[in-house]
């Protein structure tokens, strides 16, 4: 499917402006080609997330599964790239899981709560944590900063583990929330090994 001329002139001027290699077409012309194989893989990536969801369903958290889904979304549609690779997958969610844990077993201690609750004022009649909001963001901030320097030290690079870590740092930990999250990532590696014979970069 290719563009109108006015709009390949408008797309070409701003490939051009940002220094970007020009395209002409709405869809990869290569899916015309390997069909099958697109639509093949995005069916076996919505079954894969289908069995991380349904695993993952008591946690109700979004930076949980949008992190999951994250990694199937790299496996599925760009299975050679680093990220993709089994050391990635499981170190970067694995040291993911451990930041996060320990920031969540520091910011929910009694003691993190204690300093937390401390610093609340009275305003009309409610309570209102006004640096608490400051305060809790700059750890998870951090947690991500502290998440990046030890998957490039430890060659693990998996961007979707951000949101494994800011998603079990922002609550308190629980033994039943990591066990879950150790399963889904159990399972995605189980589900690499068994496809990746079978898949092909789609980018």
Not at 84 to 105: C, D, F, I, N, Q
Request: hydrophobic share 50%; aromatic share 4%.
């Amino acid at each position: 499917m290719r563009l109108p001329e006015q709009m390949r002139h408008v797309t070409h001027r701003l490939a051009t402006g940002l220094h970007l290699p020009p395209q002409d077409h709405l869809l990869d012309p290569e899916f015309s080609r390997s069909r099958r194989r697109y639509l093949a893989q995005a069916g076996l990536a919505t079954v894969a997330i289908l069995a991380v969801l349904l695993l993952t369903d008591s946690l109700s958290d979004a930076a949980l599964a949008a992190g999951l889904a994250s990694s199937v979304i790299i496996m599925f549609m760009h299975p050679s790239s680093r990220a993709a690779t089994t050391r990635a997958l499981v170190g970067g969610h694995m040291l993911a899981l451990g930041v996060g844990s320990a920031l969540s077993l520091l910011l929910f201690s009694s003691d993190g709560i204690s300093f937390l609750e401390n610093i609340t004022i009275i305003e009309e009649g409610m309570t209102v944590i006004e640096s608490v909001g400051l305060l809790r963001d700059l750890p998870l901030a951090a947690s991500v900063g502290i998440l990046i320097l030890m998957m490039s030290l430890t060659d693990t690079e998996h961007p979707p583990a951000a949101g494994t870590v800011l998603g079990t740092a922002y609550r308190e930990w629980d033994p039943v929330t990591t066990a879950v999250i150790i399963g889904a990532i159990i399972l995605l590696v189980c589900i690499k090994v068994v496809l990746h014979r079978y898949l092909r970069d789609l980018v």
